[in-house]
């Protein structure tokens, strides 16, 4: 988020926004003490504030960071005024519900929303409303996980922050993956963590991409016909020789393939792509086409892999991608920072996950939209995603 709050200053610095949590199981409901508990939570992040010693990290790790911006974020402290958090029950006088959240205020600020408050309310309904679940074994589980990608030759990172089932568990699995690496030497590779605390206190490299909220905002603001252009390239104006991977699915990877075919040039110079909804089998075999016909040799080009994934999803993906001549990378993430089973089934079930998502729901008074790859999941303002549709000749 970092990387996408840098972005947002230099380019929209008086845009306002909204956020919109989006809870997906219907059959999953929060205690009051829950509620209770993440409200008051929400009141201590305002004594959150980089330390000297991050700030001089910062600069030395992410040369991609002016020194404007890292003073920014020195002074930068989370105003809990613009979060909202409403309990539903689910019938009158019912002791769980469903929550309403949303984070209100000017883009450069709350757009450092999403991530901490789905961990906080991760982490705090796991230790209120489901307790059914034990985190022993997870260090091993954690260590077995990275080997395995490692000696398939992987090149991985850890995405989990935002679903984790709690701070305690990222930090094991994420010092387990790094000793993971020390014990397997060879071709594959822990690239990193999107969790920049832990990438701090691990020794590791902060990773991360281009996220859809910078599509979505864009495309309200400046509209949708070539949306992806757009974003593209006021992405480059900031970071012209770092970060240039491209996240496809905004508004589905079809659509963005025919913005992307329009300039050579600029997917010559962009490193890569990222996978994150649809089938990801389909995916690869459709950018080479995309780079063939442009002339871009695949194999100087990354595709990056972060839906859904567990080791064998990612084995396999990698398989098809040596076929095919790419590099590829995976951001993998709820699978590794909460994947737990239930105590009460003797650990032969699942304990499931938070299907959650903080998404950008407007910019400056204007409805954001979110389509992806998985063509009847969209997100946002129904109009807007009718209309949207219609313009890219997508299935209603």
Wanted: charged share 25%; hydrophobic share 40%; aromatic share 12%.
């Amino acid at each position: 988020q970092l990387t996408m709050q840098q972005a947002v200053l230099h380019h929209f610095p008086d845009a306002q926004c909204t956020y919109r949590f989006v809870h997906r199981d219907p059959d999953v409901y929060f205690t009051r003490a829950c509620y209770e508990q993440f409200v008051a939570s929400i009141s201590q992040f305002s004594t959150l504030a980089l330390t000297d010693a991050e700030h001089a990290w910062l600069a030395r790790t992410c040369p991609y960071f002016t020194p404007a911006y890292l003073a920014y974020l020195a002074a930068y402290r989370f105003d809990p005024a613009q979060v909202t958090v409403a309990f539903v029950p689910r019938a009158p006088g019912s002791p769980d519900g469903r929550l309403e959240i949303e984070a209100r205020g000017p883009w450069a600020e709350a757009i450092l929303w999403e991530v901490p408050l789905m961990a906080a309310l991760s982490e705090i309904f796991f230790a209120t409303a489901d307790t059914d679940w034990s985190d022993a074994g997870q260090d091993e589980r954690a260590y077995a996980k990275g080997a395995r990608l490692l000696g398939a030759g992987c090149t991985f990172s850890e995405f989990g922050t935002r679903r984790r089932r709690s701070y305690r568990v990222q930090d094991l699995v994420v010092g387990q993956l790094v000793r993971a690496e020390r014990d397997h030497p060879g071709a594959g590779r822990l690239s990193g963590t999107s969790n920049v605390h832990l990438a701090h206190k691990h020794g590791i490299a902060p990773v991360g991409t281009i996220a859809h909220e910078w599509f979505m905002g864009i495309a309200a603001m400046r509209g949708y016909e070539h949306a992806n252009s757009i974003a593209l390239d006021l992405w480059e104006e900031v970071y012209p020789s770092a970060l240039l991977l491209a996240l496809t699915d905004t508004f589905s990877t079809r659509a963005f393939f025919e913005d992307f075919a329009a300039d050579g040039a600029r997917a010559r110079r962009w490193r890569g792509l990222r996978q994150d909804s649809g089938d990801p089998f389909a995916f690869a075999p459709l950018a080479k086409e995309v780079y063939e016909r442009l002339g871009v040799d695949v194999r100087e080009k990354t595709i990056i892999y972060s839906d859904s994934l567990d080791v064998d999803k990612a084995l396999a993906l990698k398989r098809q991608c040596d076929e095919l001549g790419f590099i590829s990378t995976f951001g993998i993430g709820t699978f590794l920072t909460n994947d737990f089973t239930s105590r009460s089934s003797g650990g032969t079930e699942k304990s499931r996950a938070l299907n959650m998502v903080i998404k950008l729901a407007s910019i400056n008074g204007l409805p954001c939209i979110k389509i992806s790859d998985d063509l009847m999941k969209n997100t946002g303002d129904r109009e807007t995603v009718l209309r949207v549709k219609d313009m890219f000749g997508l299935p209603k």
